[in-house]
Structures are given as C-alpha cells and as structure tokens.
C-alpha cells in the first residue's frame, strides 16, 4: 500500500461521503494486504484529516497487528464515531494475530470515547479465541449506545456465543446503571455453530434488552431447547420485523413454541424459517399464529420442512389477508402434483398467486407408511435418553444410542406417551 503521500490522501478524501458534517471513511474492497505502520498510512492520514469521523469501512482488505495499531492510534481523535464496519477483515491471519488486532482497533475507540451505533465483524474466523479482542470494548460505556450488532459467519461456537451473552448481559447491566440502556435493534449471527447453549445464553440477552427488531441466527445448528428459549425471550421484543432462523431444527417442540411466541409478535413482516424441520403439523401451527393478524407480513419462508399438502393449505389459506405479501415460499416440500395444484388454487382463490414463489423443487409425496411414521414419531436427541431407557418410536426401539427393531409383541406408545419419556 502508498505510504500516506499528499495525493494517496486526496485521493481517499474524495472517496469520503460527508453527511450533516460527518464523514465516511471508505476503503472497502480493496484486497489490500495493510501488516505495518507504513501500510496503514492512507487509512492512518485520512482520519487525522478528516473532522466528525462517522465512520471506517475497511471491508474486503487483510489487517496485521502493527497496521491495526497505528489506525488504533488514530481513532483515539475522533470520539464521533459510531460505524466500525470491519467485516472479512482477517483473511489468511493466524488465529494469534485477529484477537491482538481487534484490541489495537478498540482501544483507540475507548479511548476516544466514542458512543458506537453499529459494529460489523462478519466473514472473520473469530472463534471464541477472537471473542477475547472485543470482549472489553463490548462491556465498556462505547457500547451502550450501540444498535446494530452483526457478527455473521464468525464461528463463535457455543463458548463463543456465551462469552458474547455475558459480554452483552454485562454491558446492559452497567449501561442501566449509567442511565443509557442497552437496546439493541439489530443482531446478526448467523454460520456460527451456536448450538443450543449458545442460543440459550443469548435468549438471556434478549430478554433483558426487550428491543429486537432484527434477528437473523441461520445456520447455527440449533435444535429445539435452544429455538425454546429464543421464543420465549423474542416474544419481549414487540417491535420484532424480520426474524431469520433458516437451517436449524425446530421439529415439533420447537414448532409449537415458536408458533406461540409469532402470534404475539404482530409487527413482523419477515419470517424466515426454510429447512428447518416444521413439517406439516408445524406448519398449521403457524398457520394459526399468523392468520388473524400480521397483516405487515411480506416475506415468508417455509422452504425444504418436510411439509404435506395439509400444511401447505393451512399456510396458504392464512394468507388471504396479508395486503403487503410480497413473497410466500413453500418450495421443497411433499406437496405431490395434486398438492401443488391444490395449493396454487388456493392462492388464486384469495387473490395472492403472483406471491407464490416457484415450487418446481417440490420433493413429492411418501409412500403411505413413511407418512404414519412420520406422523407418529416425535424428535429424539441423544442427550433426551438415558442410558438404557426405552423409547417407542415408528418400529425402532432405542437403548442409550443404539437402535433395534421393536419387537413385535411390543404395542406403539402414542405421540404423548413417548413425548412423556423424554427430557425437556
């Protein structure tokens, strides 16, 4: 990178939005590799330049301890920002490097005193080793203003994720006590590997914050106890619009607890909830959470749940007093040929066919003893049995882990029976 000459810093001036006096800070994009002092020097020479700094996006460029220092440094002057966008910030560092790195960038924000609005780590392997570089920014008062927290793609793992609760409970706490709570709107953590202790510890969060309007959580591997628990602490956010939590695992406890907390969260106009196990009883009871109110609803997404004709008409038929939907998709599912035509039908009935997304990955029907054992069956997690305790469940018995044909003088428990068995 230039090493700071007069033109190099006219040159990122003029790329600078200023905005009621403020200015933004870009050099996103640019797949520089910044490791020293030398090659920090345009970002260094452009925030001594500039006045009222709103904003640094150093998107899409690789930072070394060293470069991160001197642009440490030179935040320390500009106790008016509010925008760290540091996303894909570290490619190709070693996992010793990032935390060191992102301490550099923080103190110099703490030290300046500034009051952050959003804070944009996506696309970094942080891992709960990187966790440790933000953990002190994220308790002190430079956080109590913040609004949109987005840390997509981080793979915090379920350590992670509780250090990042108890960093966040934390700050909300002292934050109370400064008399500016915490409130944040947005959070963004998706592809991190949270799993359910590390949803669980973040419903904690949410419910004290009670101010969500953004959650978007794909791709965590959460199964049923922790989409419970984030149910059950969203359902406080009453200003809830967009609600991404594709590619986990609600199966039915997760349904019905989800479905419980939607019908009260009345503002949504986005939910998302593809590839995530509803099947089709899931799929009525949400139905049934939408259908007399959410009239903002836009988006909804049901894709890749295993879903059966049924469910789809329930969801389907919910929709006949959404003004504003945008987009309904049930693609992927079992609807079979006569399911989609049922369905299609029924979206022209209410006036909605042109919302209905493309089902041409429709997944068919099941043969009809696969649907009475899917029917039948309720999710089992290894965790819920104990060792050598019997479950019933569609011709299999199940001993600790293991699996074995049921015998045949052994009579099928019903759905609340073996539902009794488990472990909640």
Same mark, same amino acid.
């Given at each position: 990178?230039?090493?700071?000459?007069?033109?190099?810093?006219?040159?990122?001036?003029?790329?600078?939005?200023?905005?009621?006096?403020?200015?933004?800070?870009?050099?996103?994009?640019?797949?520089?590799?910044?490791?020293?002092?030398?090659?920090?020097?345009?970002?260094?020479?452009?925030?001594?330049?500039?006045?009222?700094?709103?904003?640094?996006?150093?998107?899409?460029?690789?930072?070394?301890?060293?470069?991160?220092?001197?642009?440490?440094?030179?935040?320390?002057?500009?106790?008016?920002?509010?925008?760290?966008?540091?996303?894909?910030?570290?490619?190709?560092?070693?996992?010793?490097?990032?935390?060191?790195?992102?301490?550099?960038?923080?103190?110099?924000?703490?030290?300046?005193?500034?009051?952050?609005?959003?804070?944009?780590?996506?696309?970094?392997?942080?891992?709960?080793?990187?966790?440790?570089?933000?953990?002190?920014?994220?308790?002190?008062?430079?956080?109590?203003?913040?609004?949109?927290?987005?840390?997509?793609?981080?793979?915090?793992?379920?350590?992670?994720?509780?250090?990042?609760?108890?960093?966040?409970?934390?700050?909300?706490?002292?934050?109370?006590?400064?008399?500016?709570?915490?409130?944040?709107?947005?959070?963004?953590?998706?592809?991190?590997?949270?799993?359910?202790?590390?949803?669980?510890?973040?419903?904690?969060?949410?419910?004290?914050?009670?101010? *969500?309007?953004?959650?978007?959580?794909?791709? /965590?591997? @959460?199964?049923?106890? =922790?989409?419970? %628990?984030? $149910? +059950? !602490?969203?359902?406080?956010?009453?200003?809830?619009?967009?609600?991404?939590?594709?590619?986990?695992?609600?199966?039915?406890?997760?349904?019905?607890?989800?479905?419980?907390?939607?019908?009260?969260?009345?503002?949504?106009?986005?939910?998302?909830?593809?590839?995530?196990?509803?099947?089709?009883?899931?799929?009525?009871?949400?139905?049934?959470?939408?259908?007399?109110?959410?009239?903002? *609803?836009?988006?909804?997404?049901?894709?890749? /749940?295993? @879903?059966?004709?049924? =469910?789809?008409? %329930?969801? $389907? +038929? !919910?929709?006949?007093?959404?003004?504003?939907?945008?987009?309904?998709?049930?693609?992927?599912?079992?609807?079979?040929?006569?399911?989609?035509?049922?369905?299609?039908?029924?979206?022209?009935?209410?006036?909605?066919?042109?919302?209905?997304?493309?089902?041409?990955?429709?997944?068919?029907?099941?043969?009809?003893?696969?649907?009475?054992?899917?029917?039948?069956?309720?999710?089992?997690?290894?965790?819920?049995?104990?060792?050598?305790?019997?479950?019933?469940?569609?011709?299999?018995?199940?001993?600790?882990?293991?699996?074995?044909?049921?015998?045949?003088?052994?009579?099928?428990?019903?759905?609340?029976?073996?539902?009794?068995?488990?472990?909640?």
């Amino acid at each position: 990178m230039a090493t700071g000459d007069v033109d190099g810093v006219a040159e990122e001036l003029e790329k600078t939005s200023v905005f009621e006096n403020e200015a933004n800070l870009t050099f996103a994009g640019r797949g520089l590799k910044i490791d020293s002092r030398e090659d920090a020097a345009d970002v260094v020479n452009a925030l001594k330049s500039s006045r009222n700094v709103n904003s640094l996006d150093l998107k899409g460029n690789t930072l070394g301890v060293d470069a991160a220092m001197a642009i440490g440094d030179a935040l320390k002057d500009h106790s008016t920002f509010k925008r760290a966008l540091w996303s894909d910030l570290f490619t190709g560092r070693l996992k010793t490097e990032i935390p060191l790195a992102l301490k550099c960038l923080c103190n110099g924000l703490m030290d300046a005193g500034s009051s952050l609005v959003e804070l944009d780590l996506s696309d970094n392997a942080l891992g709960p080793n990187g966790m440790n570089g933000i953990r002190d920014f994220l308790r002190s008062p430079c956080c109590y203003t913040l609004q949109e927290l987005r840390l997509n793609n981080n793979g915090l793992g379920p350590d992670g994720g509780k250090m990042l609760a108890d960093d966040l409970l934390s700050c909300h706490e002292s934050s109370i006590a400064a008399g500016r709570p915490l409130a944040l709107r947005v959070f963004v953590s998706g592809r991190g590997r949270l799993e359910d202790e590390g949803a669980i510890a973040l419903s904690k969060v949410f419910r004290k914050m009670q101010s *969500l309007e953004e959650v978007v959580m794909p791709q /965590n591997g @959460i199964n049923h106890r =922790g989409v419970a %628990a984030l $149910a +059950e !602490a969203l359902v406080l956010s009453r200003n809830l619009r967009h609600l991404n939590l594709s590619d986990n695992t609600f199966t039915e406890k997760g349904s019905i607890a989800m479905a419980k907390a939607v019908s009260s969260l009345k503002k949504l106009e986005v939910i998302n909830f593809e590839d995530c196990l509803v099947r089709t009883e899931g799929a009525k009871l949400l139905a049934d959470s939408v259908k007399g109110n959410h009239r903002k *609803l836009k988006v909804l997404k049901l894709g890749g /749940n295993e @879903i059966r004709t049924p =469910g789809a008409l %329930a969801v $389907a +038929e !919910a929709m006949a007093n959404k003004e504003e939907l945008e987009v309904i998709d049930l693609n992927a599912n079992q609807l079979g040929d006569g399911g989609i035509d049922m369905v299609r039908s029924m979206m022209e009935g209410i006036g909605r066919l042109d919302q209905l997304a493309s089902l041409s990955e429709d997944e068919g029907t099941e043969d009809e003893d696969d649907e009475e054992c899917d029917e039948n069956d309720s999710e089992v997690e290894p965790e819920d049995i104990e060792d050598g305790e019997e479950f019933s469940n569609c011709g299999l018995e199940i001993k600790g882990l293991g699996l074995t044909p049921r015998p045949s003088e052994v009579k099928q428990s019903s759905l609340e029976d073996a539902m009794s068995t488990m472990k909640l």
